[in-house]
């Protein structure tokens, strides 16, 4: 479960997550690969923080050996959804389609931020301190 969050934000070794974390790629090993850890906060947290996981999440996932339940967008500490999401776009056409232009980029942000808001209100997901201005 952490490796494949690390690779979801686009660290692609353990050296990336220890770097983000300010830790060593030893304690990243022990924690991908489930071994017993001395629990230190500062550390655990300072995974979390890199992770993007609220705090007591990987105490909770190293415990249990199973993932606690899905992290809601409250706790993910988003700011800002939208401009996550646009960023979060921008950088995967920069990465793989660096011939885009700039108004075909904007139609892509466009495009996945009017289907993705749809979808969360039709799921009721999006509501409270989610429907922001931004979002609307």
């Known amino acids: 479960m952490i490796s494949e969050r690390r690779r979801e934000l686009g660290m692609r070794t353990q ?35 890199a992770l993007d996981w609220p705090s007591g999440y990987l105490e909770r996932y190293m415990r249990h050996r199973t993932p606690p339940p899905a ?9 800002d959804p939208e401009s996550t999401i646009r960023r979060s776009i921008k950088d995967a056409l920069q990465k793989n389609l660096p011939d885009v232009t700039v108004s075909q980029a904007l139609a892509a942000e466009n495009a996945v931020v009017e289907a993705l808001i749809r979808v969360l209100r039709e799921e009721g997901v999006l509501a409270s301190a989610f429907d922001s201005p931004s979002l609307r």
Request: avoid cysteine; hydrophobic fraction near 45%; aromatic fraction near 4%.
């Open 71 to 79: 992290i809601t967008l409250s706790e993910a500490r988003i700011k």
């Open 15 to 49: 050296q990336d997550l220890a770097d983000a974390a300010g830790t060593s790629v030893a304690t990243i090993t022990r924690l991908e690969s489930g071994r017993p850890l001395v629990r230190r906060s500062w550390t655990w947290a300072a995974v979390e923080q």
